[in-house]
């Protein structure tokens, strides 16, 4: 089954590489460095914080958006090309289709990771550049695996992207709501009881992105190697549960 793993990632990377998709992040990244160029010119102090703070965050959202976008187009074209199909018409396990799947997408992720964190090493300290980088593969890890489980579960373009859109922004903006709803000095009635309730239990069960690839980590040089040992542990855990959600997914299809 490895060799069958390999073979699938294999193919995966190729057809992002047909795809012309490291073009379009070689092009984001010269956006990244012509936005930034301008807005060092626009700041009157500060600037270079300013200027590498929203060139993080342009990169880090671009590297998710694209890689969302093309897990569920690459799952959704082959799905309606019937390639699945005769993939699976093979003897070839639905777990070695699936561990190859997210095995290439994952190698794909290291390609906008790389070089997005090249660009803000001439901003910041290396040691915090290879934090930010670390963070933002492991983020993209888990965007990847969502995206591939609203495929299964959806299989349409448009809901499985705005699913795990919606997934990606309520993750890092989980901690800000459940703060917000916590306020002491606020009023609570009872249904800003229930939506408390529902933003605690979301924030339960959501991975917390806002922890992850944080810009101040380039701005303020605060990252430091424990705590990122424990976004490693956490992308882990919700990689492996993703995965598994998304493996019961597949083989309870008839296809």
């Known amino acids: 089954m ?3 793993i390999y073979t699938i990632a294999f193919y995966t990377l190729l057809e992002a590489l047909r795809n012309r998709l490291t073009w379009l992040i070689v ?25 590498v703070a929203l060139m993080a965050a342009f990169l880090r959202f671009s590297a998710v958006f694209l890689l969302a976008t093309f897990v569920v187009t ?12 005769l993939l699976l018409a093979l003897p070839l396990p639905r777990a070695a289709y699936l561990l190859g799947k997210l095995t290439g997408f994952a190698v794909l992720a290291l390609i906008p ?3 997005f964190g090249l660009l803000t090493i001439f901003f910041t300290a290396p040691a915090q550049t290879a934090m930010w980088t670390i963070s933002l593969v492991c983020e993209l890890w ?15 373009i448009m809901v499985a992207l705005s699913a ?35 933003v605690n239990a979301c924030s339960a069960v959501l991975p917390h992105l806002d922890q992850f690839t944080r810009t101040e980590w380039l701005v303020y040089h605060t990252g430091n190697w424990s705590a ?3 976004l490693l542990g956490q992308s882990a855990i919700y990689f492996a549960l993703l995965s598994g959600a998304a493996l019961f997914d597949l083989y309870r299809k008839n296809i």
């Not at 626009?42 to 270079?48: C, P, R």
């Not at 997934?167 to 306020?183: E, K, P, V």
């Open 2 to 4: 490895p060799i069958q």
């Open 27 to 51: 092009l984001i990244a010269f956006i990244a460095i012509g936005l930034g160029g301008f807005l060092n010119e626009l700041a009157l102090t500060e600037s270079k914080q300013i200027q």
């Open 74 to 85: 690459s799952m959704v074209r082959e799905s309606n090309d019937k390639g699945l199909e």
């Open 113 to 115: 990771a790389l070089l």
């Open 142 to 156: 888990i965007v990847a695996a969502f995206s591939m489980l609203c495929v299964l579960t959806f299989n349409q």
């Open 164 to 198: 795990a859109m919606g997934f990606y922004l309520l993750a890092r903006s989980i901690d800000t709501l459940q703060l917000i709803g916590n306020d002491p000095l606020a009023a609570h009635t009872a249904s800003q009881q229930v939506i408390q309730f529902v």
């Open 228 to 230: 990122l040992s424990m």
